[in-house]
């Protein structure tokens, strides 16, 4: 059932990454998983001081006027540390929204977002930022979708770019050092840089469904292979890589990662040769290793 749009809070333990598969409609429905812990609107009571001008501030109080949970006033608006928007038809916010620093978590899922303003780098203190399921689109060629503003924002360590249609990373993505979750589920993208596994402080990692990746050259042959230096991320406890029509995985990496407790495989190639030892892969991994 999808929810009216609202200007709510979302609790930490609503935004929790889910595993199951993410598609392109908007209509799909185990996002409605996430509502069942909301709170009323948070409001902090420190921190940076809100740069926004009292007209700036009343501008956006009528704007909100049409979503029931939105401060009604510039006092309350001011100290708003969580804001949610999802299930809108946002293609972009107000200029003025950028300038609420006290911002720590933005949701604006199921959106029609296309691109974020460069402002979004003035939101220092954001901790969390969704952006599932809109129409994001990064194409190297063109910079459509502006990555690098968000790789800006080094306070950030939850991030969900899930549902859009990435078809690329930028190299910025290295500045995320406090990354902790990221959901780059049901995307186009046809090649990970090399900096997306230099993020060392990620505990969660969904890949799920990104099938569009380039053919490497491997045994004399071409194939969709994910890259060994996943096992680089040393603190990673869990990794999603089902449905990406892989040809090869890199158990050897996989079995290296100290942390991790789950990994989801499901859904590649049937070409696939698990390795002889996959019982102790499976012990390696505290809460399991899911084939199928």
Same mark, same amino acid.
């Given at each position: 059932?999808?929810?009216?749009?609202?200007?709510?809070?979302?609790?930490?333990?609503?935004?929790?990454?889910? *595993?199951?598969?993410?598609?392109? *409609?908007?209509?799909?429905?185990?996002?409605?998983?996430?509502?069942?812990?909301?709170?009323?609107?948070?409001?902090?009571?420190?921190?940076?001081?809100?740069?926004?001008?009292?007209?700036?501030?009343?501008?956006?109080? +009528?704007?909100?006027?049409?979503?029931?949970?939105?401060?009604?006033?510039?006092?309350?608006?001011?100290?708003?540390?969580?804001?949610?928007?999802?299930?809108?038809?946002?293609?972009?916010?107000?200029?003025?929204?950028?300038?609420?620093?006290?911002?720590?978590?933005?949701?604006?899922?199921?959106?029609?977002?296309?691109?974020?303003?460069?402002?979004?780098?003035?939101?220092?203190?954001?901790?969390?930022?969704?952006?599932?399921?809109? +129409?994001?689109?990064? +194409?190297?060629?063109?910079?459509?979708?502006?990555?690098?503003?968000?790789?800006?924002?080094?306070?950030?360590?939850?991030?969900?770019?899930?549902?859009?249609?990435?078809?690329?990373?930028?190299?910025?993505?290295?500045?995320?050092?406090?990354?902790?979750?990221?959901?780059?589920?049901?995307?186009?993208?046809?090649?990970?840089?090399?900096?997306?596994?230099?993020?060392?402080?990620?505990?969660?990692?969904?890949?799920?469904?990104?099938?569009?990746? +380039?053919?490497?050259?491997?045994?004399?042959?071409?194939?969709?292979?994910?890259?060994?230096?996943?096992?680089?991320?040393?603190?990673?406890?869990?990794?999603?890589?089902?449905?990406?029509?892989?040809?090869?995985?890199?158990?050897?990496?996989?079995?290296?990662?100290?942390?991790?407790?789950?990994?989801?495989?499901?859904?590649?190639?049937?070409?696939?040769?698990?390795?002889?030892?996959?019982?102790?892969?499976?012990?390696?991994?505290?809460?399991?290793?899911?084939?199928?």
């Amino acid at each position: 059932m999808l929810l009216l749009a609202g200007w709510l809070v979302v609790s930490l333990s609503s935004l929790t990454l889910l *595993s199951c598969p993410i598609y392109k *409609s908007k209509e799909y429905l185990w996002q409605t998983q996430l509502r069942s812990t909301r709170s009323p609107l948070k409001r902090g009571g420190g921190g940076n001081t809100c740069t926004a001008t009292e007209a700036e501030l009343q501008q956006l109080v +009528d704007w909100g006027q049409n979503y029931p949970n939105f401060p009604r006033d510039c006092a309350t608006l001011r100290r708003v540390t969580e804001l949610d928007l999802d299930h809108g038809e946002l293609t972009t916010l107000p200029a003025s929204m950028y300038k609420l620093t006290k911002l720590e978590k933005l949701n604006l899922e199921f959106n029609h977002i296309s691109r974020v303003s460069d402002r979004i780098a003035n939101l220092c203190n954001l901790k969390t930022l969704n952006l599932s399921v809109n +129409d994001l689109n990064l +194409d190297c060629r063109n910079g459509c979708f502006n990555v690098r503003t968000i790789a800006q924002l080094s306070t950030l360590e939850t991030l969900c770019l899930d549902g859009n249609y990435l078809t690329a990373l930028p190299q910025e993505i290295k500045n995320l050092r406090n990354l902790k979750r990221l959901d780059l589920s049901s995307n186009f993208i046809n090649c990970f840089p090399s900096e997306l596994w230099s993020l060392g402080s990620l505990v969660y990692l969904n890949l799920a469904h990104c099938n569009s990746l +380039d053919m490497k050259k491997a045994d004399d042959k071409r194939c969709k292979i994910l890259p060994v230096d996943v096992g680089l991320l040393k603190n990673l406890q869990y990794l999603d890589i089902s449905g990406m029509c892989l040809d090869e995985i890199p158990f050897d990496a996989l079995a290296s990662l100290p942390q991790l407790q789950e990994l989801r495989i499901y859904g590649n190639s049937e070409a696939i040769t698990l390795p002889g030892d996959i019982g102790s892969l499976r012990q390696s991994i505290k809460q399991g290793v899911y084939l199928a």
